[in-house]
Every structure is written in structure tokens, then in C-alpha cells.
């Protein structure tokens, strides 16, 4: 499973609007970390704070965390200012 997400840099993924990310993880559901596919066997959880995500288990998540930290630091500050300012 080849997630178009996780080669986009932060800048990328900031700048696409919310409804292309959300089309680009529904298309392509799979575990940040390992690239295990969502089947109806393995079901992913995303990430608690910015839901760009989606990892397979705790492992994959804590292993993944130092190369998802900045993006999801901006997309949660991004959240946050859409609901600020509505």
C-alpha cells in the first residue's frame, strides 16, 4: 500500500484543501508506518489529533511519531483556527 500522503511533505498537505486530503485517504487507506492495507481483517485507527493518519497498531504509531510530529502539529493548528474562526 503506497499512501500518497505520507510522501507529500507538510507544506503540500497544508496547502491542499480538506476535501482532497480527505479524498486522497479514502482512496488509499493504509498504515503509515508498516503500509499494512485496511481489510476487513485489520482495521486502522487514526491519528487521535490531526486524522491524517491511520496506523495498525500502538507500535507502528509511537514508531512512526518522529516523522509525523510537524504535520500533525500544523493540521491540529490548522483545526484549530477553522473552528476559531468560523
Request: aromatic residues 2%; proline residues 1%.
Amino acid at each position: 500500500c503506497s499512501s500518497p500522503l505520507v510522501s507529500l511533505s507538510a507544506l503540500d498537505v497544508v496547502t491542499m484543501s480538506t476535501d482532497n486530503v480527505e479524498a486522497e485517504i479514502a482512496a488509499d487507506i493504509c498504515c503509515a508506518s508498516c503500509g499494512t492495507a485496511q481489510v476487513d481483517d485489520v482495521k486502522l485507527k487514526k491519528c487521535d489529533a490531526c486524522d491524517l493518519v491511520h496506523y495498525c497498531s500502538d507500535e507502528c504509531k509511537q514508531g512512526h511519531r518522529s516523522q509525523h510530529e510537524q504535520l500533525c502539529k500544523e493540521r491540529v493548528a490548522e483545526l484549530r483556527d477553522e473552528i476559531l474562526f468560523r
